[in-house]
């Protein structure tokens, strides 16, 4: 039976604009995605049972027990993946997925969504099926709003709830660090701070804001990280104070930007250089606070077969 390990990059927002709630529950959603070098692989091999089964470990140290707070069944996004690729599909062969997480778990990293796009072009490959990464795309979409993005990786717009991407013309490699928090926030908790929040708030369409494209396509570190924006960090910092003194320990450190990743906990920190990038890591690494400081360069590219 045939095997491929594919591994696929985790998710920054650098802008994440979030409007008003729509009448099927989502947010209508204005973002600026990077992928960034922290890598989770899925190793699949086909098999005759028909049964989809998964199994979750890491080798990153510390996160043995994020690994396990990973389901097992159909609860996982990535048996999800297998099981919607075979319902459009036909195909009546199974496939046993192993999880090696690197990504954090919970954490506003897409984590869950990675693994989905990791699957998706694994059983693609395992199965013969020959799909190209844009017939993926519709499952994909079906599966999450950052699955499609995660299928093509680098720096992409993300319209509808997400799950439009258009590409970014961009320039420039970034040096990011990513602090990520011992607990998860649940992304469904936070829209609903969001909108607990903002209950009163005439909310506007959400948009790209001009200045981080101008950024992107330049290249420029210092607007970029001037420009990086999350509308979701009030409900995120209400839900958890602690993360204030997280990013206000990046930025005294020198950071040309920082931001909570997504709907949290995880923050991210841009820096100008791999030495101002080391100097934050260290930083936040002193507070005791994080449960791991990771360093990051983004943009990379999506799922790749490895
Ligand atoms: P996002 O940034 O897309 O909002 P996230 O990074 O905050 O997501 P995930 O790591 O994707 O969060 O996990 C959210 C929840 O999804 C987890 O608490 C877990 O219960 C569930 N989950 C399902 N499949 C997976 C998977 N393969 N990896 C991680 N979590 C998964």
């Not at 990046?250 to 920190?269: D, I, M, N, Q, R």
Request: aromatic residues 4%.
């Amino acid at each position: 039976m045939r095997t491929v390990s594919v591994r696929v990059p985790a998710k920054i927002n650098l802008a994440l604009g979030v409007g008003g709630v729509r009448e099927d529950g989502f947010h209508p959603l204005a973002t600026v995605y990077q992928a960034v070098d922290l890598y989770d692989e899925v190793r699949a091999t086909a098999n005759d049972t028909g049964e989809v089964t998964v199994e979750t470990t890491s080798d990153v140290p510390g996160a043995e027990t994020e690994a396990s707070l990973v389901p097992r069944g159909r609860d996982n996004l990535a048996v999800r993946a297998a099981l919607a690729l075979r319902e459009q599909t036909g195909v009546e062969a199974g496939v046993d997925l192993v999880i090696r997480k690197a990504i954090p778990v919970a954490g506003g990293m897409a984590g869950g969504s990675a693994d989905a796009a990791a699957t998706l072009v694994a059983c693609n490959d395992v199965w013969g099926l020959g799909w190209s990464r844009h017939e993926l795309e519709p499952v994909a979409a079906g599966l999450g709003s950052d699955v499609p993005f995660l299928l093509h990786g680098g720096n992409a717009i993300g319209g509808g709830r997400g799950e439009l991407v258009s590409p970014v013309l961009a320039r420039g490699s970034y040096h990011w660090v990513v602090a990520v928090s011992g607990i998860g926030l649940s992304t469904a908790s936070v829209y609903a701070e969001f909108d607990r929040l903002n209950a009163d708030r005439e909310l506007a369409t959400p948009e790209v804001p001009d200045a981080l494209l101008a950024a992107l396509r330049s290249g420029d570190a210092v607007a970029l990280g001037a420009a990086l924006s999350n509308d979701l960090t009030e409900a995120a910092l209400s839900l958890r104070p602690d993360l204030a003194q997280t990013l206000e320990v990046g930025v005294e450190a020198g950071a040309l930007g920082a931001l909570v990743s997504g709907s949290g906990p995880t923050c991210v920190f841009l820096a100008a250089d791999e030495q101002q990038s080391l100097d934050i890591a260290i930083a936040l690494a002193g507070t005791g606070r994080c449960a791991d400081v990771v360093q990051s360069i983004g943009p990379v590219p999506g799922v790749r077969v490895v």
